[in-house]
């Protein structure tokens, strides 16, 4: 199933709430930030919780350098009641997540994206091009046994217009709960 947005073309625009209770366009986002990581995740998939600190350290580290992480949840609250936006607030709290947190209640930016697992991170340069698309790093069960640091790499690499490499790994983590 080849959907959502390729490597080199223009990630979907979106408007949609985030946990602080505004409306987050990633127009305006592109607008501030020479790099954009959208993460797709959720609060209770065990990769997301697995790659959570990994995620907020890059976000320490790039956030002075023009480069901003965005979590996006898509999953079916309906059937996974642990994802409301109301259990994303508190999620947010507890693990102090220091990047905006985003509900995708319709699904339809995950799908515009082609999202496919939590996490699953798309990141795009300041013109909103897709540069890289996967996985955080190969080694979710282990930080200190992380060979390629695929994301971290590829921020650096958009941010000194460099060559991504590579463009793409296969994310690896829970499936997106896609409604039925």
């Known amino acids: 199933m080849e959907t959502g947005t390729l490597i080199g073309g223009y990630a979907p625009d979106f408007e949609i709430p985030g946990i602080d209770g505004t409306v987050h366009h990633l127009a305006r986002y592109l607008e501030r930030f020479k790099a954009v990581g959208v993460v797709f995740m959720c609060n209770h998939c065990p990769y ?4 959570l600190d990994r995620l907020k350290q890059i976000q320490s580290d790039f956030q002075d350098q023009g480069f901003t992480l965005i979590g996006i949840n898509s999953n079916d609250a309906d059937r996974y009641p642990d994802d409301s936006f109301e259990n994303m607030k508190q999620f947010a709290i507890e693990h102090q997540l220091n990047f905006p947190y985003l509900r995708d209640e319709t699904q339809d930016v995950a799908q ?27 080694s979710p069960n282990d930080l200190t046994a992380v060979k390629s640091p695929y994301l971290r ?17 296969n ?6 709960k896609w409604r039925n």
């Open 153 to 169: 790499d590829a921020i650096i690499q958009v941010l000194n217009q460099e060559t991504i490499i590579p463009t793409s790994t």
């Open 112 to 138: 515009t994206f082609g999202a496919e697992k939590t996490p699953h991170v798309f990141l795009l340069n300041q013109a909103g091009v897709l540069c890289y698309s996967g996985c955080i790093d190969d």
């Open 48 to 51: 997301v919780k697995l790659y």
């Open 171 to 176: 994310p690896v983590g829970c499936s997106v």
